[in-house]
């Protein structure tokens, strides 16, 4: 099983930026996607962006393309999320988990249970 970590969520204003890291301890499968996903009071488990793991290749949800970009660093078993122009609905707890393919990630079908995940809040 593969235990992940989130960090970097912080209190930032509307149109900063921030980079969330996803630490992950245990092999990750070439052929898994890794996603980044956020949770509100109203919304569970909500996909934000996914990478695949060999490829690099990348997925957005629609509200945040153009502002966030997903990374990977392979040696350092590392996901990223650089999230710029952030807006006030950005506020979430953000988390990242695996999938067996980039269409499990984009649905929200992780393989792992959810971590702590990291707060990211958005002020006006």
């Known amino acids: 099983q593969v235990q992940l970590v989130e960090s970097g969520g912080a209190l930032v204003q509307a149109g900063e930026s921030l980079r969330l890291s996803c630490a992950a301890s245990?092999?990750?499968?070439?052929?898994?996607?890794m996603g980044w996903f956020r949770q509100t009071p109203s919304k569970e488990g909500e996909f934000v962006a996914g990478i695949g793991w060999q490829y690099g290749t990348s997925d957005y949800e629609d509200s945040v393309k153009g502002r966030f970009t997903i990374s990977r660093d392979i040696a350092a078993n590392t996901v990223y999320l650089q999230m710029n122009s952030l807006r006030t609905k950005d506020t979430a707890v953000y988390y990242c988990?695996?999938?067996?393919?980039?269409?499990?990630?984009?649905?929200?079908?992780?393989?792992?249970?959810w971590g702590q995940g990291t707060q990211v809040t958005v002020s006006s």
């Open positions: 245990g092999r990750i499968v070439e052929n898994w996607a």
């Open positions: 988990n695996a999938g067996s393919s980039m269409y499990d990630v984009s649905w929200s079908m992780p393989l792992f249970p």
